[in-house]
């Protein structure tokens, strides 16, 4: 008798654990479905109605995965809806609620996904220009059982089977790839919104010598390019499309080059074949690491005033968030 009681037991936790295999696998096709939506959204316009509706998926399939105690989707759904919040509707109040109230109730469920929550809680503070915030996290993360000192590895150098493990270049003090990321978007922070940019002298593609402060009181994009940037070309077409139609409420667009090697001719035939007929920077690869503004949105906009009004755009917001700070429709 007591054979059979634990033979049905032990039936009974196959299929409970066959049912949540299952359920795990179409939260995680649901998941990829509500992200796909999204990436289609970041590449246009869309409705808030649009929004409302993805938001409610997307908050079901959250319910789901916890009444299903599917913690790495739940973690995993949390962390894409941050993501939205915080790159799509440029709402990092909204993305910092949802990733500490993930750590903090469900962090000990999912540990090793926690070391992605901080390095975001730092990004979005980045937005909001709060260094001390991100100093006070990373000293939280390393303390936390969350910390990680992970190192990049590589195969390559001594055999095909055989890995090697690197410490990445400029690591402060640290091993871990999240601390470093941290320390990035601290940086990010110091020339977040409501600071000002280094008021650097330039020379553009023509030879003529300005400064930034010389553009006060117009409304100033001042974007870092590479030509090989993947992203680059969309950008590109949101900075013609407001050039062409706020030139006259009184954009200006500045463009620095970080190719070093690119000579002055290339440069300008980029720019000519890619319709920028605006200010060319060649060669400023030190200001871009002294402002922390590295990949493929490297934006920022200034208001007349030559306060930074936003930072690194991306391509859903660019052309609302220069309107908005023309104050035109």
């Not at 280094?198 to 023509?206: G, N």
């Amino acid at each position: 008798m007591k054979k059979l009681i634990l033979a049905v037991m032990a039936a009974g936790a196959l299929a409970c654990g066959a049912a949540r295999a299952v359920e795990a696998g179409n939260l995680d096709a649901d998941i990829h479905a509500a992200f796909s939506k999204l990436q289609s959204m970041s590449e246009g316009y869309y409705t808030q109605d649009e929004w409302n509706s993805l938001t409610q998926q997307m908050d079901a399939i959250a319910k789901r995965a916890e009444g299903a105690q599917a913690w790495d989707q739940l973690v995993e759904m949390n962390r894409v809806k941050a993501m939205a919040l915080g790159q799509m509707r440029r709402d990092p109040q909204g993305a910092l609620a949802v990733l500490r109230g993930t750590l903090d109730k469900f962090g000990a469920k999912c540990p090793a996904r926690m070391g992605r929550f901080y390095a975001m809680l730092a990004e979005n503070n980045a937005q909001l220009g709060q260094e001390e915030e991100i100093t006070k996290l990373i000293k939280e993360f390393e303390q936390s059982p969350y910390y990680n000192a992970e190192h990049y590895a590589f195969s390559g150098g001594q055999g095909r089977l055989e890995e090697l493990t690197i410490t990445r270049p400029a690591a402060k003090g640290a091993s871990s790839i999240i601390v470093t990321m941290m320390e990035r978007a601290r940086r990010k922070a110091a020339f977040g919104p409501g600071k000002a940019l280094p008021d650097v002298a330039c020379t553009d593609l023509q030879g003529r010598s300005f400064k930034l402060s010389d553009l006060r009181g117009k409304v100033v994009v001042v974007d870092f390019f590479a030509r090989g940037f993947t992203l680059y070309p969309r950008t590109l077409k949101q900075l013609s499309t407001a050039y062409r139609l706020h030139q006259k409420d009184g954009l200006e667009i500045v463009s620095f080059n970080m190719d070093l090697a690119t000579k002055p001719e290339e440069l300008s035939a980029f720019a000519q074949a890619h319709g920028m007929n605006w200010v060319i920077v060649p060669n400023q690869e030190e200001l871009t690491r002294k402002l922390a503004g590295f990949g493929d949105t490297a934006l920022f906009l200034l208001s007349r005033n030559g306060v930074i009004a936003a930072r690194d755009m991306g391509e859903a917001n660019l052309l609302q968030s220069i309107k908005d700070a023309l104050g035109v429709r």
